[in-house]
């Protein structure tokens, strides 16, 4: 990309903003001071405690903001639950029990006169109850050694309550059969008061449809939450796409930074970085392309001069020095250049690494063990993938002594090939080393074997621009084992 670079805009940030990073590195000071000078049994407690608690955690960033949201949300509805239950509910049923005693009472005070004949008092009683929603009648005298205590239910303590605050008369309450009405009875003026009235009338009956409206609102809340946190995430995850596309080498299309702003602020940045990384590797390209191509002249001036000359023992070794120097020229701009232009195809992977072991491993006389399982077919760019499996089989090839293994496994969205010979191997020491460019192990390999250095590093760095790996280590046949794992 060519042009006058395009400036990443940049955001303000928020007072509550730079306060919250402010506690953060306040509570990141504390956990570091805690750690330091607390007692080990107490640190070993609380690190096993949060792992413990990691791993019952949701590991998205939709499950976490949900959790987030949620749980608030959930001790809100419990506090308010609570306090329905233990005030409002409370008072309402204590009050509407407070009113039916004081009817009670007041039924009781009526039977209990002495002015009145017993079908006179039987008269009033009923037609004064039948008016506040109340059956009664007066029982005869007989009754009074059926009279039960009270039970601990709540709606039965509270009219108690009421007609103890009322009267004397001795009393007793008790629920039917049914369960829905209560009954009580009174000791009065010839008889026994008998009254059974409905439960709902000394009771807040309606409770649960605070619940029901209080569930029903938390799900629509938590359904509106999840809209708006899922809308909120989309950018992260198309920011996340997007890295990934470039990292492997694929053209990033109809990215726009979107969301929060902090969301934006890093597409602006990797916006920018991209941009960055594109000039840097256009202008490295030309002047490796400039160079190669002086140098390439140079060695075809050669090679036409040595044309010129007798055959020899002399022209020989120079017209070996020269092709040498054409491959080292074509191992360095290869590797300076790398493969990020190629647009990646399908292609047969079992194909492509039969094809380097029949061209590089048997001229050699290397015996071959292959092995493929899973599908071979991919996406990847070929050229650079070729090189890649080329520059382990061929090391193999070069460094081992009878034969080479190559397994091949795709298997859970991972693409995983082994390389494997039986020559001197590599030291553990320096198997990190030896992936660095320009880099020869000649100590552990044979020293007259002709190389630049680049074919690992050219390996890893084909690898990891698919988003994968090399991991090098001892094979079980006595060599060196080479892992590839791509993602599939």
Request: charged content about 25%; proline content about 5%.
């Given at each position: 990309m060519?042009?006058?670079?395009?400036?990443?805009?940049?955001?303000?940030?928020?007072?509550?903003?730079?306060?919250?990073?402010?506690?953060?590195?306040f509570t990141r000071h504390v956990r570091v001071f805690v750690s330091r000078y607390s007692p080990r049994v107490l640190r070993r407690a609380w690190v096993g405690t949060g792992h413990a608690i990691n791993r019952w955690l949701p590991k998205g960033l939709l499950g976490r903001s949900l959790l987030i949201v949620v749980v608030p949300m959930l001790i809100l509805l419990s506090v308010l639950t609570g306090v329905f239950m233990d005030r409002h509910w409370i008072l309402v049923t204590q009050r509407l029990s407070d009113?039916?005693?004081?009817?009670?009472?007041?039924?009781?005070?009526?039977?209990?006169?002495?002015?009145?004949?017993?079908l006179q008092?039987?008269?009033?009683?009923?037609?004064?109850?039948?008016?506040?929603?109340?059956?009664?009648?007066?029982?005869?005298t007989s009754e009074i050694g059926r009279l039960r205590r009270s039970s601990t239910d709540i709606v039965h303590s509270m009219l108690a309550d009421g007609i103890?605050?009322?009267?004397?008369?001795?009393?007793?309450?008790?629920?039917?059969?049914?369960?829905?009405?209560?009954?009580?009875?009174?000791?009065?003026?010839?008889?026994?008061l008998r009254v059974?009235?409905?439960?709902?009338?000394?009771?807040?009956?309606?409770?649960h449809f605070f619940l029901v409206w209080m569930v029903c609102t938390a799900l629509f809340l938590v359904l509106v939450s999840l809209i708006f946190l899922r809308n909120q995430i989309k950018p992260i995850e198309r920011l996340a796409a997007a890295a990934d596309a470039f990292g492997?080498?694929?053209?990033?299309?109809?990215?726009?930074?979107?969301?929060?702003?902090?969301?934006?602020?890093?597409?602006?940045?990797?916006?920018?970085?991209?941009?960055?990384?594109?000039?840097?590797?256009?202008?490295?390209?030309?002047?490796?392309?400039?160079?190669g191509h002086d140098l390439?002249?140079?060695?075809?001036?050669?090679?036409?001069?040595?044309?010129?000359?007798?055959?020899?023992?002399?022209?020989?070794?120079?017209r070996s020095d020269v092709a040498e120097m054409e491959a080292m020229l074509e191992a360095y701009v290869d590797f300076a250049r790398g493969d990020a232009d190629e647009a990646p195809q399908p292609m047969d992977v079992e194909a492509t690494i039969a094809d380097c072991l029949r061209q590089m491993a048997e001229p050699v006389g290397r015996t071959v063990h292959s092995t493929f399982t899973g599908d071979g077919a991919l996406t990847l760019r070929p050229t650079a993938f070729r090189r890649l499996i080329a520059n382990l089989v061929g090391n193999a090839a070069r460094y081992g002594r009878s034969a080479i293994w190559v397994t091949g496994e795709r298997r859970e969205g991972w693409l995983s090939?082994?390389?494997e010979d039986d020559g001197p191997g590599i030291p553990d020491s320096e198997l990190e080393a030896v992936f660095r460019p320009f880099y020869r192990l000649d100590a552990a390999r044979n020293q007259d074997v002709p190389g630049t250095g680049l074919g690992l590093a050219i390996a890893r760095d084909v690898a990891r621009s698919h988003g994968g790996d090399i991991e090098l280590g001892p094979s079980p046949h006595g060599g060196l084992k080479a892992t590839i794992r791509l993602p599939a």
């Amino acid at each position: 990309m060519t042009g006058t670079p395009v400036p990443e805009p940049s955001e303000r940030r928020g007072r509550i903003s730079a306060g919250l990073d402010r506690l953060d590195d306040f509570t990141r000071h504390v956990r570091v001071f805690v750690s330091r000078y607390s007692p080990r049994v107490l640190r070993r407690a609380w690190v096993g405690t949060g792992h413990a608690i990691n791993r019952w955690l949701p590991k998205g960033l939709l499950g976490r903001s949900l959790l987030i949201v949620v749980v608030p949300m959930l001790i809100l509805l419990s506090v308010l639950t609570g306090v329905f239950m233990d005030r409002h509910w409370i008072l309402v049923t204590q009050r509407l029990s407070d009113a039916v005693a004081g009817q009670i009472v007041g039924l009781a005070t009526i039977a209990d006169t002495n002015d009145l004949t017993d079908l006179q008092r039987a008269a009033i009683v009923a037609s004064t109850g039948g008016a506040m929603g109340l059956n009664v009648e007066i029982m005869p005298t007989s009754e009074i050694g059926r009279l039960r205590r009270s039970s601990t239910d709540i709606v039965h303590s509270m009219l108690a309550d009421g007609i103890l605050k009322r009267t004397h008369m001795p009393f007793s309450i008790r629920d039917l059969k049914d369960d829905n009405r209560i009954e009580v009875r009174m000791v009065v003026h010839g008889g026994v008061l008998r009254v059974e009235f409905a439960r709902n009338l000394a009771y807040a009956a309606n409770w649960h449809f605070f619940l029901v409206w209080m569930v029903c609102t938390a799900l629509f809340l938590v359904l509106v939450s999840l809209i708006f946190l899922r809308n909120q995430i989309k950018p992260i995850e198309r920011l996340a796409a997007a890295a990934d596309a470039f990292g492997r080498g694929r053209p990033v299309e109809g990215f726009a930074p979107s969301g929060a702003r902090e969301v934006r602020q890093a597409a602006h940045a990797f916006i920018g970085m991209r941009r960055r990384l594109e000039r840097q590797i256009e202008q490295r390209t030309t002047m490796l392309a400039g160079v190669g191509h002086d140098l390439k002249t140079i060695l075809t001036r050669f090679r036409l001069g040595l044309a010129l000359l007798p055959e020899g023992e002399e022209t020989a070794d120079l017209r070996s020095d020269v092709a040498e120097m054409e491959a080292m020229l074509e191992a360095y701009v290869d590797f300076a250049r790398g493969d990020a232009d190629e647009a990646p195809q399908p292609m047969d992977v079992e194909a492509t690494i039969a094809d380097c072991l029949r061209q590089m491993a048997e001229p050699v006389g290397r015996t071959v063990h292959s092995t493929f399982t899973g599908d071979g077919a991919l996406t990847l760019r070929p050229t650079a993938f070729r090189r890649l499996i080329a520059n382990l089989v061929g090391n193999a090839a070069r460094y081992g002594r009878s034969a080479i293994w190559v397994t091949g496994e795709r298997r859970e969205g991972w693409l995983s090939i082994v390389v494997e010979d039986d020559g001197p191997g590599i030291p553990d020491s320096e198997l990190e080393a030896v992936f660095r460019p320009f880099y020869r192990l000649d100590a552990a390999r044979n020293q007259d074997v002709p190389g630049t250095g680049l074919g690992l590093a050219i390996a890893r760095d084909v690898a990891r621009s698919h988003g994968g790996d090399i991991e090098l280590g001892p094979s079980p046949h006595g060599g060196l084992k080479a892992t590839i794992r791509l993602p599939a």
